[in-house]
T-cell receptor, first 112, second 110 residues
């Protein structure tokens, strides 16, 4: 079946611009996660959605970052006024009731 | 704060040369320890979940084991296609996230 789909796969933007990253989770998966992976570093947790519960936003690095999940399915991660340190691969994952996470292939964001 | 440390950072093996990767963790209460494989340009691919000390799981040439402080990923007679970065992650009983280590980059030469 279809896995987690992320778009775009690559995004180059100028410093100061806003970007939106999209994640289509596996159908029926109630949990959705966003992680960030910088070059040579481990995955950094950003935000977690579970069903209709309030999201766990504790990993968002600044108020320039926000995310929403519409209808319990598609999620959008928005980064406002991008900075060069935001350059990374942004990974989305979904799971069924906090079981094994299934990751997409990520969006590689480059801020010039 | 949960901590996950993986060693070595990088490992080069000859085809058929068995070895082990280590994942040491500190967590107040462990709900699960996860192993993932990540190929370049791809997202992590789930391998195993271990829930309690003494548990073992196997998949082809890979076997994961768990103690109260660490987990090992044993690779028996590896092949070049096993080359990848292997990531370890822990989930705390009260938490909602996985905390990842920085990974071990494995290269298996033919």
């Amino acid at each position: 079946g279809a896995g987690v789909s992320q778009s775009p796969s690559n995004k180059v933007t100028e410093k100061g611009k806003d970007v939106e990253l999209r994640c289509d989770p596996i159908s029926g998966h109630t949990a959705l996660y966003w992680y960030r992976q910088s070059l040579g570093q481990g995955l950094e947790f950003l935000i977690y959605f579970q069903g209709n519960s309030a999201p766990d936003k504790s990993g968002l690095p600044s108020d320039r970052f926000s995310a929403e999940r519409t209808g319990g399915s598609v999620s959008t991660l928005t980064i406002q006024r991008t900075q060069q340190e935001d350059s990374a691969v942004y990974l989305c994952a979904s799971s069924l009731a906090r079981r094994d996470l299934h990751f997409g292939n990520g969006t590689r964001l480059t801020v010039t | 704060e949960d901590q996950v440390t993986q060693s070595p950072e990088a490992l080069r093996l000859q085809e058929g040369e068995s070895s082990s990767l280590n994942c040491s963790y500190t967590v107040s209460g462990l709900r699960g320890l996860f192993w993932y494989r990540q190929d370049p340009g791809k997202g992590p691919e789930f391998l195993f979940t271990l829930y309690s000390a003494g548990e073992e799981k196997e998949k082809e040439r890979l076997k994961a084991t768990l103690t109260k402080k660490e987990s090992f990923l044993h690779i028996t007679a590896p092949k070049p296609e096993d080359s990848a970065t292997y990531l370890c992650a822990v989930e705390e009983t009260s938490g909602s996230r996985l905390t990842f280590g920085e990974g071990t980059q494995l290269t298996v030469n033919p």
